[in-house]
């Protein structure tokens, strides 16, 4: 019966993120916080391996104070409890390597678990970094890009795939797994679900209480500017009723292009 | 002494990396080396900028076993920056070589240089909406995707030291079952001339059959959204075009019933020339493109067709 952990980041939606038309600066003033998507496949990984095999799923995750918003939506995913940790000045110069300080922390201090999952990569920075750094500092094996995940007496069986190949690896003990997106389709809560979110203990973790050194909150990676991608196309649209003259024209400017 | 390092599984992609790495010689002024876990193309390595090359071997074959070694060689040497090739394996060995060494880790620059005693690169973020300069401190880590440089020309008589080291990279935790390819199809969309990509506006299956004959009309590679590969299982998961799938640069992309989020978009933005046709006037597709139809792929497809057939 394994006790699984999943970790999750609460992200901006980058559908909401404007980019400011004279300087290219983004503009997230709108934008609403989500569940990262690839660590949706994450909690419903866990919460998956649990409805087959028994155990528990919690969920830890850290960002900013707003991270809190998230509990109710990781919560009704599954998980059976949830830590949370925020903090804005911390937060708001995490890179990877504060991140996963302070996840690996938090996790040592919460509880021993024989599964610590995770998203294959953020949907808002995609460092893809954190798993095999949490499981580095935590000493234990990490495998990652996972598309399936089985346990069979005592052993916890995980496909991987690369580019040109599929692994699967036994692992003995405790670990890291990242998920790929196509491991599973993320539920989507029923209202009842929800409803039983709210019952869920959920507990704050503070960073104060991790017994971090001060070095370990240093940013490596410092983000020194954000530019909005332009794309110079054409944009040159035809929409007539008749799609005989549209294609006409298309196949004309096509031809000018140097394309028949 | 302090050097600039290359590391990656694939011994093509180290040869791309020792180009960035003269870049940051150069800038720098310390010595370029590379870290191989195969010791084939050792002198290529040497001939193409290598002063220094380690081979690892160790008992594992799987790659991303190495990650301690290649720590202890970046400590022993005091590496200012290590480029990993940024495969997946590579990535994972990233990652695990930075928390070891407790450094800064950029994923999947683009560019990267030496400015203001630090390493700046820039790199996409919020699935490719923008662009994000970043500065991190020595020593450095960096990985840098596949194709990014151009292999480094080889010179003549060229010298560098060799050293073969062993690592301890076995693990009894962990026992890799299988390692079985997927067989790639013979065409690579990657780097195919013309591509045809549907997305979800094709109401079913059956209906691939009229996108190839587009397909085969400009001799094109068919393409397509993630939809269409992951969930729906039309195509397979090597044709899927964006963030998270494949990266295209053709003449000419075609996109029939594709919505042009900004994930997809990202991994077709840099084609030559961008033909869409969507029936929402207001699909973001729309400004990504050069041509657009505003219409029914269906009603659209066979006049193109047999347009394009005509030529
Ligand atoms: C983290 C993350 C990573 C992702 N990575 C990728 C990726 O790598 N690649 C990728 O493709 N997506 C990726 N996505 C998904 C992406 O955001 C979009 O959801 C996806 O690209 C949309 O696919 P689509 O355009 O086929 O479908 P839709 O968005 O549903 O668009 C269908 C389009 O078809 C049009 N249409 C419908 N009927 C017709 C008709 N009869 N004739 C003409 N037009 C019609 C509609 O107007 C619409 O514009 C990712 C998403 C996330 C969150």
Redesign the pocket.
């Known amino acids: 019966m394994p006790k699984v952990l999943v970790c999750y980041k609460w992200v901006l939606d980058e559908q909401d993120i404007k980019i400011k038309a004279g300087d290219l600066s983004l503009d997230s003033g709108r934008a609403k916080g989500k569940i990262s998507?690839?660590d949706k496949n994450a909690i419903e990984a866990a919460v998956l391996l649990v409805e087959k095999y028994g155990g528990s799923a919690a969920a830890l995750t850290f960002g900013n104070t707003k991270v809190k918003q998230s509990l109710k939506d990781a919560l009704s995913r599954g998980p059976g409890q949830a830590y949370w940790i925020g903090d804005d000045a911390i937060a708001d110069k995490a890179d990877a390597f504060i991140t996963a300080n302070i996840l690996a922390a938090a996790i040592r201090k919460t509880d021993s678990y024989d599964l610590i999952l995770c998203g294959e990569g953020s949907?808002d920075v995609y460092n893809q970094q954190i798993a095999p750094r949490i499981a580095t500092l935590l000493e234990i094996p990490i495998v990652t890009f996972v598309k399936e995940i089985g346990i069979e007496t005592e052993k916890v069986i995980a496909t991987r795939k690369l580019g040109e190949c599929t692994e699967t690896i036994e692992i003995k003990g405790p670990a890291v797994i990242s998920v790929l997106?196509e491991i599973n389709k993320p539920r989507i809560p029923s209202l009842k679900q929800v409803m039983a979110a709210a019952k869920k203990p959920s507990a704050e973790i503070k960073v104060s209480d991790l017994g971090l050194a001060r070095d370990d909150l240093e940013a490596k990676v410092v983000v020194l500017s954000d530019a909005g991608y332009v794309m110079n196309r054409k944009n040159i649209l035809f929409k007539e009723a008749s799609q005989a003259d549209n294609v006409a024209k298309l196949v004309a400017n096509l031809a000018q292009e140097g394309i028949s | 002494m302090p050097g600039i390092w290359v590391y990656s599984e694939d011994n093509t992609l180290a040869r791309q990396l020792l180009t960035a790495g003269q870049k940051l010689k150069e800038t720098m002024g310390q010595p370029l080396g590379v870290i191989a876990i195969s010791g084939e193309e050792i002198h290529a390595f040497i001939a193409a900028g290598a002063d220094k090359v380690y081979v690892l071997q160790g008992e594992n074959s799987w790659p991303e076993s190495y990650a301690g070694a290649v720590a202890d060689i970046i400590s022993k040497e005091a590496a200012s920056v290590l480029l990993i090739g940024g495969t997946l394996r590579g990535k994972d060995v990233a990652a695990k070589v930075a928390a070891k060494r407790k450094t800064g880790l950029v994923t999947d620059a683009l560019t990267v240089k030496y400015a203001n005693n630090r390493i700046e690169t820039t790199r996409l973020v919020y699935?490719g909406l923008a662009v994000r300069t970043e500065a991190v401190s020595l020593p450095a880590l960096v990985t840098i995707p596949p194709r990014t440089y151009a292999e480094a020309e080889p010179a003549a008589d060229r010298q560098g030291e060799i050293s073969t080291i062993d690592a301890a990279n076995k693990d009894t935790r962990l026992e890799i079952r299988n390692v079985c390819p997927i067989v790639r199809e013979a065409v690579d969309i990657s780097t195919a001339q013309r591509i045809v990509c549907?997305?979800?506006?094709l109401?079913k299956k059956e209906d691939l059959a009229a996108v190839e004959k587009l397909v085969k009309a400009i001799g094109a590679e068919i393409g397509?959204?993630?939809?269409?590969s992951e969930d729906y299982h039309w195509l397979p998961n090597e044709r899927?075009?964006?963030?998270?799938?494949q990266k295209v640069k053709p003449e000419l992309y075609i996109s029939?019933?594709?919505?042009?989020?900004?994930?997809?978009v990202v991994?077709m933005r840099d084609s030559k020339l961008i033909v869409a046709?969507?029936?929402?006037e207001k699909?973001p597709?729309f400004a990504a493109a050069d041509y657009g139809i505003v219409?029914?792929?269906?009603e659209?497809l066979p006049l193109l067709t047999e347009a394009m057939a005509n030529k």
């Open positions: 998507d690839y949907s997106p | 699935g549907v997305g979800r506006g109401a397509c959204t993630r939809g269409l899927y075009i964006g963030i998270s799938g029939l019933g594709v919505s042009g989020q900004v994930q997809h991994g046709v969507d029936t929402n699909a597709i219409g029914d792929l269906y659209v």
